[in-house]
Structure formats: C-alpha cells, structure tokens
C-alpha cells in the first residue's frame, strides 16, 4: 500500500476540531461543522477511576507508556 494515499488518525485526536479539518481536507470535503451524539463515558480523571493509581503511576513513569498517565 505504499502508493496509496492515506492517512493517520488517533482514535484520541478524532474529536479535535483541527483533526476533522485535516481528515475533511483529505477527503477533499469543504470544511464543515460536524457533530456526534457519541458521549464520553468517564468523566473524572483516571486516577479516581483506577484503584492502584499510584502504583501504575509510579510503573509507567519514564516508559513510553507515560504519556497515557495524563487524561486526554
């Protein structure tokens, strides 16, 4: 697929603004507003959601996994 033309998208970025005006432009769509009636499910921060928290904190810090530590 090295000829084809594509693009990548992060299911985390697909609902930024700048993101759907990247992936529209692509298309080759107009810029438009879009909606979803998708909803986030937590709210709170992760740390009040994960019972070891402090444990998985203290074991993803320094990793390449650290980034995934911090709420989106």
Request: hydrophobic share 30%; charged share 30%.
């Amino acid at each position: 697929f090295k000829s084809t033309r594509h693009t990548v998208i992060y299911y985390e970025e697909i609902s930024k603004p700048k993101k759907i005006m990247e992936i529209l432009k692509f298309l080759g769509l107009k810029p438009r507003e879009l909606t979803s009636r998708h909803v986030k499910i937590h709210t709170k921060p992760l740390s009040e959601h994960v019972h070891n928290w402090q444990e998985v904190n203290n074991r993803l810090k320094g990793t390449e996994f650290e980034v995934l530590l911090h709420d989106s």
